[in-house]
């Protein structure tokens, strides 16, 4: 399967835990999204990579969350100290140009 | 600031019978738009875009989409439906050249098909 390949697909944890969450790209894609979509919302963009650089970060992406992609590779996501407001589905794209984004099937985060 | 707007929340239809799915976005220029299928528990999977030229797009699953500047809209049609297109679907704007690489999603149609 050559698809966007995302680690954990669930993940429970209490609140005031740290959790990471891995994103395999498409190999030949060098641009890695991050979004976040809550019940009964459209995805909303949380940062974007091109290669290893980050070149992009919303509003939303708040000091508790961190993103890399080392080697322009699989890209992390870490929040710290979980809140319950940050239970969501966290999905992962990518592309090789503008014109289309390959999404993963999320990690959906559970915080209790 | 670019914005999509998806008016019905939730749709239900027969199966067999068309289908027609409202989006209309807000964006200073023409932008690249979007529509995106969403299975429960799953991720998003592309059905069409259009960037420019004919405004009426083909995409997979027999879905089709018409570019109106005038009404700013980018409506979703299926002929018959079919009992597996129920699902969540997203119509979406952007990106956009020099001003930004991110998606702007609306806030989902959800579609029940009635056997």
């Known amino acids: 399967d050559t698809g966007v390949s995302q680690n954990p697909r669930h993940k429970i944890t209490k609140r005031g835990q740290n959790v990471t969450f891995r994103c395999d790209p498409i190999?030949?894609?060098?641009?890695l999204y991050w979004y976040r979509q809550t019940l009964g919302q459209g995805p909303e963009f949380l940062t974007y990579?091109?290669?290893?650089?980050?070149?992009?970060k919303s509003r939303l992406l708040s000091d508790r969350f961190s993103a890399e992609r080392p080697k322009g590779s699989f890209s992390t996501l870490e929040i710290q100290r979980t809140e319950q407001g940050d239970s969501a589905m966290y999905l992962c794209?990518?592309?090789?140009?503008?014109?289309?984004?390959?999404f993963g099937q999320g990690t959906r985060l559970t915080v209790v | 600031a670019q914005s999509v707007t998806q008016p019905d929340i939730h749709i239900t239809v027969s199966e067999g019978a068309s289908l027609e799915l409202r989006c209309n976005y807000s964006?200073?220029?023409?932008?690249?738009l979007f529509w995106y299928v969403q299975s429960p528990g799953q991720g998003l999977q592309l059905l069409l875009k259009?960037?420019?030229?004919?405004?009426l797009v083909q995409g997979i699953k027999g879905f089709e989409a018409e570019f109106k500047r005038s009404q700013s809209s980018f409506n979703l049609r299926k002929p018959s439906v079919h009992w597996s297109d129920a699902a969540e679907y997203f119509c979406?704007?952007?990106?956009?050249?020099?001003?930004?690489?991110?998606?702007?999603f609306g806030t989902g149609t959800q579609l029940k098909v009635e056997l």
């Open positions: 964006y200073g220029a023409t932008p690249y």
């Open positions: 794209a990518s592309s090789w140009d503008i014109t289309e984004a390959f």
């Open positions: 259009y960037f420019s030229g004919d405004t």
């Open positions: 190999s030949e894609h060098n641009r």
């Open positions: 979406a704007v952007g990106p956009f050249t020099g001003g930004g690489n991110k998606l702007t």
């Open positions: 990579f091109q290669n290893e650089a980050q070149l992009e």
